[in-house]
């Protein structure tokens, strides 16, 4: 067979998946451009020599071709790997669907000569078969980009930390063998898939197998949402909770005024008692003693906000009973330019960070500090810094909870809601301190 043929059906196959993969992880290279080069011509020459063997029956590798295209597949996986820094699985997933695209164009392609050759009687094999494999490839490359854009890669940025893509890529690998071991062999001999009718079965695999693929992606895609959604409810539950918090100690405050009320003819007595005898001494401290009962665990207002104020309140009385210093600066007006749940989500999952990393301390200086405000005309900047001995666990951009397997639920909430405000989330940690900066913008009305 003229070894042009093999390129041809290389480039035609290889071309579009080079493109797509590169459309999900262009971002994501961790190695110079020159070698991925390297690597891309790699690929395609090994993939010329597996081809070429495919259509030739009497070459001496024809016999083990599915043990080569595996070899083949082993080495793609490898490359990619190496040269993308991201999440394993979701690389595996990608270049197992691709190939499970590059295997629905070649059935397809045998299928239309199979039914081209059987009524018409005129057939090339390798060229008519490599026309058309080319025809296909150009028609349907538009239907490939479009879902590996607005499908696969959506759900990959968003969701490439989650644990379930631990076991997807299990599924396009079954699909690769169910394909290789069962559907591939059969149509490899035409004159039984023409007179048995199969060749409407791969029709209904590719769309059986394309809905399973597009269901997944849409399941963890609101599944990553439902995640998000229950970090909101977490707070506004917390609001909740706060509320009641203050409605009971704004009742307890009533109850003292009324006893201080009914005590202060006793104590103006014994003041003046210590006045007459003029017992300094015994006056101040009795003073103190006073002083000392009226002090409550009661927070100050920090800002004319509600809802900002209770959240601040709430972490500032979780630290001072810890023993945790804490110093906040805000200086926010009554109505927000952002949403108040925007607001106290961004906020409280920081504070909620930076007090447990402050109570999981044991030797150096505790502390948490707080500075909120406007920056520009309308801009929320939020900048928490606190103290922390533990480990960090971070990979790039993301930070690993301590708590449970994944990127911690509450910093993906604050990128998240950085990212709708086209503002930024930036953190950073140096010398045992946790930096946290935030900008957020007013949504466009």
Not at 19 to 46: M, Y
Not at 233 to 244: G, N
Request: aromatic share 16%.
């Amino acid at each position: 067979m003229d070894a042009r043929i093999a390129v041809v059906i290389c480039l035609a196959q290889l071309i579009p998946c080079f493109f797509c993969f590169f459309a999900v992880f262009i971002e994501h290279l961790k190695v110079p451009k020159w070698v991925w080069f390297v690597v891309i011509v790699s690929i395609l020459a090994f993939s010329v020599f597996i081809t070429d063997i495919y259509l030739t029956p009497d070459s001496v590798f024809y016999s083990v071709r599915g043990v080569l295209s595996f070899v083949f597949f082993l080495f793609v996986v490898t490359a990619a790997l190496f040269c993308i820094r991201d999440n394993y699985f979701t690389n595996l997933f990608v270049l197992c669907f691709l190939t499970n695209y590059n295997d629905y164009i070649q059935l397809l392609a045998k299928i239309f000569n199979i039914v081209w050759s059987n009524r018409f009687g005129l057939f090339n094999y390798p060229l008519d078969f490599t026309i058309t494999l080319v025809l296909l490839e150009l028609a349907a490359f538009p239907f490939l980009f479009w879902f590996m854009q607005k499908t696969i890669k959506p759900v990959i940025e968003q969701t490439s930390d989650m644990p379930a893509w631990r076991y997807l890529w299990i599924i396009p690998i079954s699909f690769y063998f169910i394909f290789r071991i069962g559907l591939y062999p059969t149509f490899c001999d035409s004159s039984l898939v023409w007179h048995n009718s199969f060749f409407l079965l791969p029709v209904a695999w590719i769309i059986g197998t394309i809905l399973t693929y597009y269901i997944v992606m849409r399941t963890l895609l609101e599944s990553f949402a439902n995640s998000r959604l229950q970090s909101r409810l977490s707070v506004m539950d917390l609001q909740i909770e706060l509320q009641k918090e203050q409605y009971e100690q704004l009742q307890k405050n009533i109850e003292d005024t009324r006893a201080a009320r009914h005590d202060l003819r006793h104590n103006l007595l014994a003041l003046k008692g210590y006045a007459d005898q003029r017992d300094t001494a015994g006056l101040l401290r009795y003073i103190n003693h006073y002083l000392k009962i009226l002090d409550t665990d009661e927070a100050p207002s920090f800002c004319e906000n509600y809802a900002v104020d209770t959240i601040l309140r709430h972490y500032y009385l979780l630290a001072r009973k810890a023993g945790i210093e804490m110093n906040v600066t805000v200086n926010l007006p009554k109505e927000l330019p952002i949403t108040e749940m925007d607001a106290c989500v961004v906020l409280g999952n920081l504070l909620e960070n930076a007090l447990d990393a402050c109570l999981l301390q044991t030797r150096l200086r505790r502390f948490i500090h707080v500075s909120v405000g406007i920056a520009g005309q309308r801009m929320v900047a939020v900048n928490v810094k606190n103290s922390y001995e533990n480990e960090i666990r971070q990979v790039k951009d993301r930070f690993y909870s301590t708590k449970r397997a994944g990127e911690g639920i509450g910093l993906a909430s604050v990128r998240h809601i950085a990212e709708k405000h086209q503002g930024f989330a930036h953190f950073d940690y140096a010398d045992h301190i946790f930096k946290a900066s935030v900008l957020l913008m007013p949504e466009s009305k």
